[in-house]
């Protein structure tokens, strides 16, 4: 899929930096490393559990769009009462498990209404759905999961429930970026975690891409966790990322 040059700015905006710490203060010892560049930043449970809506509430204080990664999978009313109180702390996106089924997703959205509906300042998130995790092999699909076929195959068909639903997107391995906006059309939103600039560590993902091949797939954003947080100097590792963006 061709991509068109862009900005600096326009690749930091598709960058979402995972803040996979334990605590706050670790946190924010990298946003003082990255101060100024305009990125995502993605919160995930270890961060969020250990540090509560507060931290968010701070990042957004400072400018920062966030990705709460959180991953509901419960009972549709429950997903319903969790989207409510995510939608109230004012983030920017937030994800749900597809496996949850349809009316689990509805009822994410239906949360975000009711929050909307009370609050004449907040915006509406983004809702997506998780497909597949990244670390997820063909054969742990198969075999332990219990679902047949090729990861590609789940992935798009949990990518067209979401749609069915009425979310904004999915987060998939960004080898399934095309297949998704085929089946889902462009507009449908793809999070891409298993980003490997050249040269880094797979760690546990299985499929993975560098950003400017996510890039050159189409992808709407890139979640980048090791390559930046573990670096030695992850403002320069980030920059070398943005610099990629900006070539392809």
């Known amino acids: 899929m061709a991509q068109t040059a862009i900005s600096r700015e326009a690749a930091a905006g598709k960058v979402m930096v995972a803040l996979d710490y334990p605590d706050a203060a670790a946190a ?24 509560g809506p507060a931290f968010v509430g701070r990042l957004k204080e400072r400018g920062y769009r966030v990705f709460l990664d959180v991953k509901m999978h419960d009972i549709p009313n429950t997903v319903k009462g969790g989207a409510n109180s995510v939608t109230k ?16 997703m509805e ?22 759905a998780v497909t597949q995790l990244t670390s997820t092999s063909m054969q742990v699909l198969n075999e332990e999961i219990g679902i047949g076929g090729t990861v590609a195959d789940a992935v798009v068909r949990y990518a067209g429930l979401a749609k069915q639903a009425g979310l904004d997107g999915v987060v998939a391995s ?5 297949l998704i906006k085929e089946a889902c059309g462009t507009e449908f939103q793809t999070v891409t975690p298993g ?10 993902q299985s499929r993975i891409m560098t950003p400017g091949e996510a890039l050159r797939q189409g992808t709407d954003f890139m ?23 900006v070539s392809k």
């Not at 990255?34 to 990125?39: A, H, K, S």
């Not at 949360?111 to 809702?127: E, F, H």
């Not at 980003?195 to 546990?204: E, F, L, M, N, T």
């Open 107 to 128: 009822a994410a959205l239906e949360g975000v209404d009711a929050a909307l509906s009370g609050g004449s300042s907040l915006q509406r998130p983004t809702v997506i």
């Open 174 to 178: 960004p080898q399934e970026v095309v």
């Open 223 to 245: 979640v980048i966790g090791r390559p930046i947080t573990a670096a030695g100097d992850p403002r320069q590792a980030l920059e070398s990322i943005l610099e990629e963006l």
């Open 89 to 104: 702390l004012g983030v920017d996106m937030f994800n749900v498990h597809a496996a949850g089924g349809r009316s689990m």
């Open 28 to 51: 924010e010892t990298l946003l003082k490393q990255l101060e100024g560049i305009p990125c995502y930043m993605k919160v995930g449970m270890q961060l969020f559990y250990a540090a």
């Open 195 to 204: 980003i490997r600039p050249a040269g880094s560590a797979v760690g546990d």
